[in-house]
């Protein structure tokens, strides 16, 4: 049985550009999350995406965006790429809208340069 | 706002002996995650706590909640190599979660 899968899990973007990320989560599971680490840090949440509808948004600037499609994959897209952006994309994918455990994909790394 | 802070950031520690980290958080929450993660890998779930007393063992890791004292342990028994990572706790605020800065795990021969 297949977890969360992300791709691409390498990403080299240079800086102002726009770069599009994705997400499956395991089949059964509705609700994705997106979460950023930073080298040295602790996740930090970006989105919750439940049913195709944004449930909850962390501290990120509107340069970020989500969405989730009809077979509950996702994908998050971040425009005018900065320095700063350069962090581990995580996905978690979880049964319901709330959490009780979610499982998260092998990550990709994005560097901006 | 929410806080969540682990102790120690880092951790050294020789084979065989015990250890204990901390994970104190500033809002209720019945809900407690631990992860693992080693480095340049994702996060892999260790445990869920679901209740205030909740005790979850597997191997030579145990973990425990206290929700009235907003504390929870990871408690290390005769550390191994294999057990050397980063652990991160991380609480339910029911739409996400608020993660620790993570304490990094080194065990010595």
């Known amino acids: 049985d297949a977890g969360v899968t992300q791709s691409p899990t390498h990403l080299i973007k240079t800086r102002g550009q726009h770069v599009t990320l994705r997400c499956s989560p395991i089949?059964?599971?509705?609700?994705v999350s997106w979460y950023q680490q930073v080298l040295g840090q602790g996740p930090q949440f970006i989105f919750q995406?439940?049913?195709?509808?944004?449930?909850g948004r962390g501290n990120f600037p509107d340069r970020f965006s989500a969405r989730q499609f009809p077979n509950y994959s996702s994908e998050l897209n971040v425009n005018a790429l900065l320095l700063g952006d350069s962090a581990l994309y995580l996905c978690?994918?979880?049964?319901?809208?709330?959490?009780?455990?979610?499982?998260f994909g092998q990550g990709t790394r994005l560097t901006v340069v | 706002e929410l806080k969540v802070e682990q102790n120690p950031l880092f951790l050294s520690m020789q084979e065989g002996k015990n250890y204990t980290i901390y994970c104190n958080y500033s809002t209720t929450s019945d809900r407690l995650y631990w992860y693992r993660q080693d480095p340049g890998k994702s996060l892999e779930s260790l445990f869920v706590?679901?209740?205030?007393?909740a005790v979850k063992q597997e191997g030579r890791l145990m973990a425990s909640l206290d929700t009235k004292a907003r504390l929870s342990t990871l408690h290390i028994t005769a550390a191994v190599h294999d057990l050397s990572a980063t652990y991160f706790c991380?609480?339910?605020?029911?739409?996400?979660?608020?993660f620790g800065a993570g304490t990094r795990l080194t065990v010595k021969p």
């Open positions: 995406y439940y049913e195709k509808e944004e449930r």
């Open positions: 991380a609480v339910d605020i029911m739409i996400d979660m608020r």
């Open positions: 706590l679901l209740s205030n007393g």
């Open positions: 089949s059964g599971h509705k609700s």
């Open positions: 978690a994918s979880s049964l319901q809208g709330y959490i009780t455990e979610a499982f």
